[in-house]
């Protein structure tokens, strides 16, 4: 397959931000069960998948990714509130893309 600004996007995911892609809880909670490690993984452009939800106004995936996030993160001594390359936090991306639902989401989840 060439590799095009479209294509070489989606090589660079993994299976949990192709299921937040979709929109699908039973998707995303499938994809973390099988590796939930996949939770704290970035793509091309320091996105996780929570990113992606807020970025596509997924809050259902995004509430699904808070709960495994709770645990997972102070787990793995990670930062709550991840940034991408240009050190935007998914509560940045979900209010550049007015989701509302997804910024309260986060808001709710400790999200500042």
């Known amino acids: 397959m060439p590799k095009t600004p479209a294509n070489v996007r989606s090589l660079q995911r ?8 979709t929109g699908s809880e039973p998707a995303v909670s499938a994809a973390l069960q099988s590796n939930p490690a996949s939770l704290l993984q970035k793509d091309e452009h320091g996105w996780t998948p929570l990113h992606n939800a807020c970025v596509y106004g997924h809050v259902s995936c995004a509430r699904v990714l808070l709960e495994a996030a709770d645990g997972a993160l102070v787990a793995a001594g990670a ?12 509560l940045h991306m979900a209010c550049l893309h007015d989701r509302v639902d997804c910024a309260h989401a986060l808001l709710e ?3 500042d």
């Open 109 to 111: 989840a400790g999200a």
């Open 14 to 21: 993994n299976e949990l931000h192709k299921a937040v892609g």
């Open 79 to 90: 930062h709550a509130q991840p940034e991408d390359h240009e050190r935007n936090t998914p």
